[in-house]
């Protein structure tokens, strides 16, 4: 498994912007598609975006795709998500994890390693 620690969360006023980031450790990083998650209080976790093993294949949740872009940067073993024009229910802590397939990259039962979570607040 692949040991994952997200920063970059942090409170920021709605339209505005945010870049998280997930370092990797180990070698097989670029082995692993990799997804961001969100979960508020009270709520399952829910899926916002997904990036392939080489990058070249992206997925996103409706309510986040035109502002949000998730990329990775294998040789610094590196997830990135960038958030842009922020809305207070984007209010959650935001978790990165791995995967084996794309396919069901939007399952959270797919990912089999996951960070400790970073926290992101938007306020109105």
């Known amino acids: 498994q692949v040991q994952l620690v997200e920063s970059g969360g942090g409170l920021v006023q709605a339209g505005g912007s945010l870049r998280l980031s997930c370092a990797a450790s180990?070698?097989?990083?670029?082995?692993?598609?990799m997804g961001w998650f969100r979960q508020t209080p009270g709520k399952e976790r829910e899926f916002v975006a997904a990036?392939?093993?080489?990058?070249?294949?992206?997925a996103y949740a409706d309510s986040v795709k035109g502002r949000f872009a998730i990329s990775r940067d294998n040789a610094k073993n590196t997830l990135y998500l960038q958030m842009n024009s922020l809305k207070p229910e984007d209010t959650a802590v935001y978790y990165c994890?791995?995967?084996?397939?794309?396919?069901?990259?939007?399952?959270?039962?797919?990912?089999?390693?996951w960070g400790q979570g970073t926290l992101v607040t938007v306020s109105s």
């Open positions: 180990g070698r097989t990083f670029r082995s692993y598609v």
């Open positions: 990036v392939s093993w080489r990058g070249s294949r992206t």
């Open positions: 994890a791995a995967a084996i397939s794309f396919d069901q990259s939007t399952d959270p039962r797919s990912y089999n390693s």
